[in-house]
Structure formats: structure tokens, C-alpha cells
Nanobody, 119 residues
Framework: QVQLVESGGGLVQSGGSLRLSCAAS????????MGWYRQGPGKQRELVAV???????RYADSVKGRFTISRDNAKNTVYLQMNDLKPEDTAVYYC?????????????WGQGTQVTVSS
């Protein structure tokens, strides 16, 4: 099993910045893609950004140029630097990891961290 613990959410004014972190722990044999999703009020969960084990990244169009995803493979940690935040970025942000722990490969989710952007 893999546990994902997110941190870094909070309340920020429009135009501000936040950095989210997600640390994975457990009997991890291999860590594949890691990513961030979000679910706003009354909306479905959506992909924000994902980063492959080799560093390749993909972003939602709505965050391109403002958000940057990165990872530290030695620490099994993924980050999301969010700049120029907008009220529409308000959501619960969830960390996701595709991992083999130790034999079975599965998707794992964090508990979520709230990001609120005031106008």
C-alpha cells in the first residue's frame, strides 16, 4: 500500500502563489506517473498536471503557463507550483500516484488539500 500526504493548500488572493507538496510512503517498489487533480464546487474532478517518472509533463489548458509540476524521485514527492492564481482555481486538490507497492501496480490518491483564491 501507498500513502500520499498533501500539504501547502490555503487561502490566497487573486494573483498570488501557492506550492503544493505530496509525499508518498509505504512499501513502494516502483513509482510511475504522479499528478495533481482538482475538484471545484459543483464540478467533476479534473486533471491539473501530471509528470512521468522520466520527467515528461502534461498540463490542463487552463493552467498552462501558470502552474509547474515537478518531482523528487529520491523522496517520492511531487510538487505543484501555482502562480497567478485565479478565483476559478479554487478547488480541493488531490495528489495521484501510479505505483507498484510492492508487487501490485495501482492508482493511489491523497486525502486532498483545499485551495481557495479570493478575488
Amino acid at each position: 500500500q501507498v500513502q500520499l500526504v498533501e500539504s501547502g493548500g490555503g487561502l490566497v488572493q487573486s494573483g498570488g502563489s501557492l506550492r503544493l507538496s505530496c509525499a508518498a510512503s509505504g512499501n513502494i517498489f516502483s513509482m510511475y506517473a504522479m499528478g495533481w487533480y482538482r475538484q471545484g464546487p459543483g464540478k467533476q474532478r479534473e486533471l491539473v498536471a501530471v509528470i512521468a517518472s522520466g520527467g515528461g509533463t502534461r498540463y490542463a489548458d487552463s493552467v498552462k503557463g501558470r502552474f509547474t509540476i515537478s518531482r523528487d524521485n529520491a523522496k517520492n514527492t511531487v510538487y505543484l507550483q501555482m502562480n497567478d492564481l485565479k478565483p476559478e482555481d479554487t478547488a480541493v486538490y488531490y495528489c495521484n500516484a501510479d505505483a507498484k507497492a510492492p508487487i501490485t501496480r495501482a492508482d493511489y490518491w491523497g486525502q486532498g488539500t483545499q485551495v481557495t483564491v479570493s478575488s
